[in-house]
């Protein structure tokens, strides 16, 4: 809440238990969201209405991705931002390049609006980028994947799978969520929200060494 509606605020519930106090009855007391009557809309120069009475009016530059950008990751160079784009269609990952430049460029993989099952069945909030930020990892959600892509020129690099069954477990159904890159790049660790386990994956062979 901006100084400017919190000072309206805290006027509207002085003045109510004022004169509620005066007339003899007991104060009423009136709470209302930042944006009052203003109905939800996107203003992406200015403050912008969110469906629940907020304002959003954030500082700098706005750029716009796909919905539902529940994953962001910087890249460790500093200079790309990928975002995880979920719950609705498309689902995609959104890469902003160049960011430190007027306009920097974004490109959305999938393009267009539709989910391709061929490049990214499904994505949820996990995100990971390499040290030399050449590849972008991507978790899969219930397709129990995590995603590979080239990060320069969003070109698929395939998939890593991280399903398991033996005689104890079976792991062939999972949810892969949230994610770690290790300093030097070579283990990934992955969150299997379904199954409540870590997924530990070697990058240098894209093979899982824990389960």
């Known amino acids: 809440m901006n100084p400017q509606m919190k000072i309206i605020l ?18 009423t007391l009136l ?12 203003n992406k120069d200015g403050r912008t209405v969110i469906p629940n009475g907020r304002i959003i009016a954030p500082y700098g530059k706005t750029l716009m991705v796909a919905p539902h950008p529940f994953g962001l990751t910087l890249s460790p160079d500093g200079n790309t931002i990928v975002t995880a784009n979920s719950g609705t269609l498309p689902l995609s990952i959104s890469i902003i390049r160049n960011i430190k430049e007027l306009n920097p460029q974004i490109q959305q993989i999938p393009e267009g609006g539709a989910t391709d099952r061929g490049i990214l069945a499904s994505v949820f909030m996990g995100l990971a980028i390499n040290p030399d930020n050449s590849i972008v990892y991507v978790a899969g959600g219930q397709e129990n994947k995590i995603y590979k892509f080239d990060l320069n020129t969003g070109a698929s690099l395939g998939f890593i799978d991280c399903a398991f069954k033996d005689e104890v477990v079976d792991y062939t159904h999972g949810y892969i969520g949230d994610m770690v890159l290790s300093r030097d790049g070579n283990q990934l660790f992955v969150v299997d929200q379904i199954n409540f386990r870590m997924v530990a994956v070697d990058t240098r062979k894209d093979e899982i060494i824990s389960n």
């Open 31 to 42: 709470i209302g969201t930042p944006a009052r009557y203003l109905p939800t809309q996107i």
């Open 10 to 27: 805290f006027l509207t519930i002085l003045i109510t238990t004022v004169f509620g106090c005066q007339k003899g009855t007991k104060p």
